[in-house]
């Protein structure tokens, strides 16, 4: 039986994982090369769950420089993990480091027709709007947060 997964922040050896996840979800996420992860984890932005050092999902954000927003890029969970609490886990963390960084809210977008909006729903975030993406509409998400 696995062990109960941790959230951490990202290291440069989790880049292989982390590309595995999100080409299986390639539909869903589009294309995601390894230098956004490498990026993504030199600028302190990327969160992993893990399980007996398995990756298991990744999460990728900015906390906006203007602005008291934090932007939620890419959430991602290894299929055979999905709906067991690891999403939820994730955006825990990254609420707990929104607190740290005095940070208002989290957005997020998310294409119309994939069911990650309704994770989205579940978790309390509000549905803003709906604007034009490259290739398809996306759902503008907002997690509003208490003070920071």
Request: proline residues 4%; glycine residues 6%.
């Amino acid at each position: 039986m696995p062990s109960q997964p941790i959230v951490r922040p990202a290291e440069l050896t989790d880049v292989t994982a982390c590309k595995t996840i999100a080409d299986a979800h390639r539909s869903a996420l589009g294309f995601i090369v390894a230098a956004t992860f490498v990026d993504s984890i030199q600028r302190h932005r990327l969160f992993v769950a893990e399980t007996d050092g398995e990756v298991i999902g990744f999460l990728r954000y900015n906390h906006r420089v203007r602005g008291d927003e934090t932007a939620l890029y890419d959430i991602c969970v290894a299929k055979n993990w999905q709906r067991q609490g690891i999403g939820r886990m994730l955006i825990t963390v990254l609420r707990e480091s929104c607190y740290v960084h005095r940070r208002y809210a989290i957005i997020a977008r998310c294409p119309v027709d994939l069911p990650a909006n309704a994770f989205y729903a579940r978790l309390g975030f509000q549905q803003v709007t709906i604007e034009a993406g490259r290739r398809r509409p996306l759902v503008l998400w907002q997690l509003t947060l208490a003070e920071a």
